[in-house]
């Protein structure tokens, strides 16, 4: 089969004919119709994982697919031969990615596809969808309560400023100016520009009362930090990228969560569900063919992607 893989930690990495995967225990294989991409895919090829995992070479990247069941292991009893599935690799080690015409997925870390979604839509799922609804969780916001969404028209944050406005939260949006009609479309009720000035001291002003919480998809420790400082006593900070000072938050009675989507059959069906009852729409989607992968990495590797990005095959 046709892959994009690399040969070591911040290779560019190359299209290449590899052996087709077989299925082990629990698992299924996915002929894939297409692969989203995530950050964590970035952090993965350039070694920044290989603490935490083990890695094996020549190293697929991708963690979301979509696509047709074309093989089942041993065990596998609620996926069959032609099923269109969409979801997490749900391996415990990395390197038998989702960029490639065939991936082996856990059987309990994907579901069935809906008709009413096509397969680049459901790959922009998994691990975006799924870090969003943890993360809402995570910050426990409700009806009036204000949350502040750092790096909020990305693949997790565009889904988390949508849980969080339906939940009934005051959603404030801190992304470019550039996408702040897209980030009120999702559901913000306020857009604070990050290039127009400093945004701890634009929140401050804007909300002098406090806030029931902040949610970090981006990354700077020190912004979130300062932004903290902001939350009430009994609020919430939570970050997708290891940002909440867990220690220090907990010692002025703030929540800290680091947060990890893990997909699973039971939130990816969560997910399908607020889909279906026009809770959530899907973000913006650019779609790579598998030649192009380098270019959608360098795309999401800027930092400033609106929406999701996606890989196709074919």
């Given at each position: 089969?046709?892959?994009?893989?690399i040969?070591?930690?911040?290779q560019?990495?190359?299209?290449?004919d590899?052996?087709?995967?077989?299925?082990?225990?629990?698992?299924?294989?996915?002929r894939?119709?297409?692969?989203?991409?995530?950050?964590?895919?970035?952090?993965?090829?350039?070694?920044?994982?290989?603490?935490?995992m083990?890695?094996?070479?020549?190293?697929?990247?991708?963690?979301?697919?979509?696509?047709?069941?074309?093989?089942?292991?041993?065990?596998?009893?609620?996926?069959?031969?032609?099923?269109?599935?969409?979801?997490?690799?749900?391996?415990?080690?990395?390197?038998?990615?989702?960029?490639?015409?065939?991936?082996?997925?856990?059987?309990?870390?994907?579901?069935?596809?809906?008709?009413?979604?096509?397969?680049?839509?459901?790959a922009?799922?998994p691990?975006?969808?799924?870090?969003?609804?943890?993360?809402?969780?995570?910050?426990?916001?409700?009806?009036?309560?204000?949350?502040?969404?750092?790096?909020?028209t990305?693949?997790?944050?565009?889904?988390?400023?949508?849980?969080?406005?339906?939940?009934?939260a005051?959603?404030?949006?801190?992304?470019?100016?550039?996408?702040?009609?897209?980030?009120?479309?999702?559901?913000?009720?306020?857009v604070?520009?990050?290039?127009?000035?400093?945004?701890?001291?634009?929140?401050?002003?804007?909300?002098?009362?406090?806030?029931?919480?902040?949610?970090?998809?981006?990354?700077?420790?020190?912004?979130v930090?300062?932004?903290?400082?902001?939350?009430r006593?009994?609020?919430?900070?939570?970050?997708?990228?290891?940002?909440?000072?867990?220690?220090?938050?907990?010692?002025?009675?703030?929540?800290?969560?680091?947060?990890f989507?893990?997909?699973?059959?039971?939130?990816?069906?969560?997910?399908?569900?607020?889909?279906e009852?026009g809770?959530?729409?899907?973000?913006?989607?650019?779609?790579?063919?598998?030649?192009?992968?380098?270019?959608?990495?360098?795309?999401?590797?800027?930092?400033h992607?609106?929406?999701?990005?996606?890989v196709?095959?074919?």
């Amino acid at each position: 089969m046709k892959a994009f893989a690399i040969d070591e930690f911040g290779q560019s990495g190359s299209l290449r004919d590899v052996d087709d995967p077989t299925p082990g225990e629990g698992e299924v294989r996915v002929r894939v119709a297409a692969a989203g991409v995530n950050p964590f895919d970035v952090a993965v090829l350039h070694g920044y994982a290989k603490d935490t995992m083990e890695n094996r070479f020549p190293l697929i990247p991708g963690m979301d697919a979509s696509g047709i069941v074309d093989a089942v292991g041993a065990g596998v009893t609620d996926r069959a031969v032609g099923d269109e599935v969409f979801g997490g690799v749900g391996k415990p080690y990395l390197g038998e990615g989702a960029l490639a015409e065939l991936v082996t997925m856990s059987s309990g870390t994907v579901t069935r596809k809906p008709t009413s979604l096509d397969h680049a839509a459901a790959a922009a799922i998994p691990v975006a969808g799924v870090t969003a609804l943890t993360m809402a969780d995570a910050t426990a916001v409700g009806e009036g309560d204000v949350i502040v969404v750092i790096g909020a028209t990305g693949g997790v944050g565009g889904y988390l400023v949508q849980i969080a406005a339906k939940r009934g939260a005051q959603v404030v949006a801190v992304c470019s100016g550039g996408n702040a009609d897209y980030a009120r479309s999702l559901g913000a009720s306020e857009v604070i520009d990050y290039a127009a000035g400093d945004v701890v001291e634009a929140v401050r002003e804007r909300y002098p009362d406090g806030l029931a919480a902040v949610a970090d998809v981006h990354g700077d420790k020190e912004e979130v930090a300062r932004l903290a400082e902001q939350v009430r006593s009994g609020g919430h900070v939570s970050s997708a990228v290891g940002s909440a000072d867990e220690e220090a938050l907990g010692a002025r009675g703030v929540d800290g969560t680091n947060v990890f989507g893990k997909v699973s059959t039971a939130a990816l069906d969560t997910l399908v569900g607020m889909l279906e009852r026009g809770e959530l729409v899907l973000p913006e989607l650019h779609s790579f063919p598998l030649g192009e992968a380098s270019e959608a990495f360098a795309a999401i590797s800027s930092g400033h992607t609106r929406g999701k990005i996606v890989v196709v095959p074919a």
